[in-house]
């Protein structure tokens, strides 16, 4: 689903509102015209439409992923993915705890345009490089990000990160995959080269790392570089299966 095909930024266009309006075939912005009559959609509210394509259309051209995070409800934040797909920075950080005061921030990957990147503590993870991976993306995608990686991150860097951001978690339990990354991986058949290994794991190999050995770094490196990559095939699953219940449903029926 398309940025194109949504009406809900618009104030008075709710869910059901929204529905009404594509099952009268209006399913682009292209194609609404306030003559059409649909149920709920009064001269102001077919106005506000109206203005608000004029005004989104110049925002999506100028590529401003900023102007719709702003304009949609947060709860639907999962609409501006196909559009920035390809600008959509993934990430996944390590740590030694949960404590973002406390503990410390160990490895950092970063998933775009099918390469990886991944940045360590103490060789070049630093607030520089942090910024710089975060730069020129339009759109961040995590798992569990908004209340974990991106304040830890925060805190620990004494960064600010004002990227549009995706947190695949909650589009996750919208479709009814809820749990970890781990089982929902698995649920929608996302294999993994170590199976076995957990946040537990992670912490255990850096303190390893820390008394000199190096395979264990080798081996948390690998693991974080491994969640960061499947966030883009979770990403794809998950919004294509709420293009498919949230928008094709209603337009096919129409």
């Not at 590529?63 to 947060?74: E, I, L």
């Not at 705890?97 to 160990?106: C, I, P, S």
């Not at 990160?161 to 929608?188: Q, V």
Request: hydrophobic share 35%; glycine share 8%; proline share 3%.
């Amino acid at each position: 689903m398309r940025i194109e095909n949504s009406f809900i930024p618009v104030e008075g266009v709710g869910e059901t509102t929204e529905r009404r309006i594509w099952r009268e075939g209006v399913t682009t912005w292209e194609s609404f015209d306030p003559a059409v009559d649909v149920a709920g959609v009064g001269s102001t509210t077919a106005d506000r439409i109206e203005s608000f394509i004029a005004e989104a259309l110049t925002h999506l051209d100028d590529g401003d992923s900023a102007y719709f995070d702003r304009t949609f409800p947060s709860g639907e934040r999962w609409r501006l993915y196909e559009n920035f797909r390809e600008e959509t920075c993934f990430f996944d950080i390590e740590t030694t705890g949960l404590d973002e005061h406390r503990d410390r921030v160990t490895t950092v990957s970063f998933h775009r345009d099918g390469e990886t990147t991944t940045l360590v503590a103490g060789e070049d993870l630093t607030a520089e490089r942090l910024r710089e991976q975060f730069a020129d993306a339009s759109l961040l995608a995590t798992f569990n990000g908004a209340r974990f990686d991106v304040p830890f991150l925060e805190t620990a860097f004494d960064i600010e990160i004002d990227t549009p951001h995706l947190d695949l978690m909650y589009p996750c339990k919208r479709i009814g995959l809820s749990g970890g990354l781990k089982p929902i991986e698995k649920e929608i058949g996302i294999e993994r080269d170590r199976p076995d290994l957990s946040g537990r794991d992670a912490v255990r190999l850096w303190r390893e790392y820390e008394r000199g050995d190096d395979d264990a770094l080798d081996t948390l490196v690998s693991y974080n570089r491994e969640d960061t990559k499947n966030l883009r095939t979770l990403a794809d699953t998950v919004t294509e299966t709420l293009h498919e219940d949230v928008f094709v449903g209603e337009t096919v029926e129409r």
